[in-house]
């Protein structure tokens, strides 16, 4: 997900809702770490085994943080279902409430929890400040609509009275990305927290350090056994979606884990969500404004937030033939034009990426696509500071064909694809083509063309003459094998409910 600029300011937010901190205030210097597990508001060390958490942009070791065990997922669920009726029958009130302390917790503690982040995941400090606080507003979001998951009457007759409740499905767990990990640990809370269900949280296990200090932090304003974060690798992830006394899991991930996700939640029966990875298009129509349709495929491609590891980036541009020379040129003066820096200086344009292992995919994916015969006309200098760290370019690719790896696979890094259309049936084509969806962009000048285009553009959320930004309500979710269901916004606290029925006949 996203909600930012190119290059994001902090000193103006993007959205009016969100209140976003300058960079005035003294930088932190010494990180302090949380490592223990959080079971059912708990700290203690995980059972499992011990796994080095490592800088990306220095390749220092951070902390070294033991994986739950399987026997603390067991006592993670044991509690939470302990505990969650209690939760519920507390009302939406009290649970909003709740929510609200956390908001106001995580506000006090952004520049911290910032400073973790940008530490552990490469990101800029200032998009990891940005992070903290549209964490904040989206659980104080959902904590307005607590009391929104409403029943219904149905009419009935002599003497009858039918209704319908809400209720939530129970213990929920969550499995979130290694992109965003405090916005994603505080707004997959949100929501479930907010329907009456006590939920756990398992964030990527290569990034784990600012959600387990968000457990840390929050787990106080909750009842005992309610919340939980576990940290652990995929057999982890495995065993909370086969686990008998979890009611639901959603994900933030690839496709592929999407799938297995969905296969091991098949015994028994699990609802799932998922919002899973897109190669989403921004269109370029022959009338569009050049400049502004620029702008908006660099600030698609959320490079000053995550550099470029972000389901929603716009990473693949169609752009009209008659425009294609002009596009590309004035896309390769913007991307030469950033800087790569230290994720903790505040006048970082882009960091670096998250992990070896995406490092090594997303230079696999350019290596094989200069082999197939593309052309890469960005800078290839890469000034890492101090010479370390897994730093990728903006990196913008040209001369393809509709079915080079490159334009049709999520490469999740800093990388661009462009490819030219003539006719509209040809450009529906290729965007329409994938068997994802999860956004896309339109730019042009023209009402007519943006609501036909709008009407045959096959994502679950579509800009016209703007890229990038969320809004507060507004569902985000694709479609396709782009994911199951709809997020920030009410579908995602009823997702998590289950209706009951009740008949009454008088005597």
């Given at each position: 997900?996203?909600?930012?600029?190119?290059?994001?300011?902090?000193?103006?937010?993007?959205?009016p809702w969100l209140w976003v901190l300058t960079s005035e205030r003294p930088p932190m210097t010494t990180p302090q770490f949380f490592t223990d597990?959080?079971?059912?508001?708990?700290?203690?060390?995980?059972?499992?085994?011990?796994?080095?958490?490592?800088?990306?942009?220095?390749?220092?070791r951070l902390a070294t943080v033991h994986d739950a065990s399987l026997k603390d997922l067991d006592d993670a669920v044991s509690a939470a279902k302990a505990a969650q009726r209690a939760w519920f029958k507390a009302g939406p009130g009290a649970r909003a409430d709740a929510l609200r302390k956390m908001a106001v917790r995580v506000?006090?503690?952004?520049?911290?929890?910032?400073?973790?982040?940008?530490?552990?995941?490469?990101?800029?400090?200032?998009g990891m400040r940005f992070?903290?606080?549209?964490?904040?507003?989206?659980?104080?979001?959902?904590?307005?609509i607590a009391t929104e998951a409403k029943g219904e009457t149905i009419p009935q007759k002599d003497g009858r009275l039918t209704y319908v409740v809400r209720e939530p499905v129970g213990v929920v767990a969550r499995l979130v990305a290694f992109n965003h990990p405090l916005l994603f640990v505080c707004i997959k809370f949100a929501a479930p927290l907010a329907a009456g269900n006590a939920v756990i949280?398992?964030?990527?296990?290569?990034?784990?350090?600012?959600?387990?200090?968000?457990?840390?932090?929050?787990?106080?304003?909750?009842?005992?056994?309610?919340?939980?974060?576990?940290?652990?690798?995929?057999?982890?992830?495995?065993?909370?979606?086969?686990?008998?006394?979890?009611?639901?899991?959603?994900?933030?991930?690839?496709?592929?884990?999407?799938k297995a996700v969905m296969k091991g939640a098949s015994d028994s029966i699990k609802q799932v969500q998922l919002e899973l990875g897109g190669k989403n298009a921004l269109v370029m129509c022959p009338d569009a404004d050049v400049d502004a349709a620029v702008a908006g495929a660099v600030k698609g491609m959320n490079f000053g937030w995550t550099a470029g590891q972000s389901c929603g980036s716009t990473s693949r541009v169609l752009v009209h033939e008659s425009l294609y020379t002009e596009v590309v040129e004035k896309l390769r003066s913007a991307f030469d034009a950033i800087e790569l820096g230290d994720p903790l200086r505040e006048d970082t344009q882009m960091g670096c990426l998250s992990s070896r292992g995406q490092y090594e995919k997303v230079l696999g994916f350019i290596s094989r696509a200069e082999k197939g015969g593309a052309h890469i006309p960005t800078r290839r200098d890469v000034k890492a500071p101090n010479g370390k760290g897994f730093y990728v370019r903006?990196?913008?690719?040209?001369?393809?064909?509709?079915?080079?790896?490159?334009?049709?696979?999520?490469?999740?890094?800093?990388?661009?694809?462009v490819l030219s259309w003539t006719t509209e049936e040809q450009m529906l084509s290729l965007v329409n083509g994938l068997d994802v969806g999860l956004t896309a962009s339109i730019w042009t000048r023209s009402l007519d063309a943006a609501l036909r285009l709008?009407?045959?553009?096959?994502?679950?959320?579509?800009?016209?003459?703007?890229?990038?930004?969320?809004y507060l309500g507004a569902p985000f979710g694709g479609v396709k094998q782009s994911g199951l269901g709809r997020e920030e916004c009410l579908d995602e606290l009823l997702a998590y409910t289950e209706k009951k029925t009740v008949t009454l006949k008088s005597q």
């Open positions: 997900m996203c909600c930012n600029e190119a290059l994001i300011q902090h000193d103006e937010p993007v959205v597990q959080c079971v059912g508001g708990q700290g203690r060390q995980g059972g499992g085994l011990a796994r080095d958490i490592m800088s990306p942009s220095t390749g220092e506000r006090e503690h952004a520049e911290e929890l910032a400073f973790i982040d940008a530490n552990d995941t490469g990101n800029p400090l200032v992070d903290a606080n549209l964490a904040a507003a989206l659980v104080d979001y959902f904590a307005g949280i398992k964030p990527s296990e290569e990034t784990p350090l600012a959600a387990l200090r968000v457990a840390q932090l929050c787990a106080d304003l909750f009842p005992p056994g309610i919340i939980s974060v576990l940290t652990g690798g995929a057999s982890l992830g495995e065993a909370i979606c086969q686990h008998p006394g979890i009611a639901a899991v959603g994900l933030i991930g690839s496709v592929g884990t999407g903006p990196t913008l690719v040209t001369n393809l064909t509709a079915t080079s790896e490159i334009a049709m696979e999520e490469v999740f890094g800093p990388v661009l694809s709008t009407d045959q553009i096959e994502a679950g959320y579509l800009w016209v003459n703007d890229a990038s930004d969320h």
